[in-house]
C-alpha cells in the first residue's frame, strides 16, 4: 500500500513565524504535492515538484516556498505564517505515467496561525 | 469562470436512493479525469477513474462527455456508508498537477 505521511496531524503558530511541513511518501513516486484546503474552496494547488530539486508553482504560491532535496521528501515552507494561512494543508504524491494517474494523500495537517 | 466546477449541494437522500452529481470543466484539452471521495476531516481517497466510454463499478457509474465538458457519478441504492464529499478531478497534463472541483456533499440518511 502507498503510504503518505505528514509530520503532523494539527499545528498551531504565531504570526511571523517559520513554519516547516514535511511529507514523506513510500513509493518512488515521481511526483509531489502540496494544496491547501478551505470551505467553499476546495484544494487550491500551492505548488509541486516532479522531480529532486525541481519545483513548479501552482495556483497560489504566494507566501510559500517548497524544498524537494530527496525523491521521497517535499517540505512546504512558510517563511513568515500569516493568520490568512490558517488551513488544512495536504501533501500528495504519483507517478508520472500516461493516462490515469492516481494521487495519493497524505493525512493532513491542520495549521492555525494566531 | 472556474476551471472544475459542481453543485455543492448538500443532497439529503434516503437510503435505497439514486443519486447523481454533475460537475464541467472549463479546459477542452484535458486528458484524464476521476472522481474522489472525501469523508469528513479525512483525506481524498480515489473513488474512480472516468474514461471515456463511461465505466461502472458496482453501484457507482462514472460518464464523461467530451463534447459537452461534463462529467457525471451515478451512486445507485445509496448506502449510509457513502456520506461523504465527491470531488472531480480533471488532469489537464498527464500525470503533474490535478484540478479539484470544490466538491458535493452527500448524506444519506436512515
Known amino acids: 500500500d502507498v503510504k503518505v505521511t505528514q509530520s503532523s496531524r494539527y499545528l498551531v503558530k504565531r504570526t511571523g513565524e517559520k513554519v516547516f511541513l514535511e511529507c514523506v511518501q513510500d513509493m518512488d513516486h515521481e511526483n509531489m504535492f502540496w494544496y491547501r484546503q478551505d470551505p467553499g474552496l476546495g484544494l487550491r494547488l500551492i505548488y509541486f515538484s516532479y522531480d529532486v530539486k525541481m519545483k513548479e508553482k501552482g495556483d497560489i504560491p504566494e507566501g510559500y516556498s517548497v524544498s524537494r532535496e530527496k525523491k521521497e521528501r517535499f517540505s512546504l515552507i512558510l517563511e513568515s505564517a500569516s493568520t490568512n494561512q490558517t488551513s488544512m494543508y495536504l501533501c500528495a504524491s504519483s507517478f508520472t505515467a500516461g493516462g490515469n494517474v492516481e494521487q495519493f494523500f497524505g493525512p493532513g495537517t491542520r495549521l492555525t496561525v494566531l | 469562470r472556474k476551471e472544475v466546477e459542481q453543485d455543492p449541494g448538500p443532497f439529503n437522500v434516503p437510503e435505497g436512493a439514486t443519486v447523481a452529481f454533475n460537475c464541467t470543466y472549463s479546459n477542452s484539452a484535458s486528458q484524464s479525469f476521476f472522481w474522489y471521495r472525501q469523508d469528513c476531516r479525512k483525506e481524498p481517497k480515489l473513488l474512480m477513474s472516468?474514461?471515456?466510454s463511461g465505466n461502472e463499478d458496482g453501484r457507482f457509474t462514472a460518464q464523461l462527455n467530451r463534447a459537452s465538458q461534463y462529467i457525471s457519478l451515478l451512486i445507485r441504492d445509496s448506502k449510509l456508508s457513502d456520506s461523504a464529499t465527491y470531488l472531480c478531478?480533471?488532469?489537464?497534463?498527464?500525470?503533474?498537477?490535478?484540478?479539484f472541483g470544490p466538491g458535493t456533499r452527500l448524506s444519506v440518511l436512515p
Open positions: 472516468v474514461y471515456s
Open positions: 478531478v480533471v488532469n489537464p497534463h498527464y500525470g503533474q498537477n490535478f484540478v
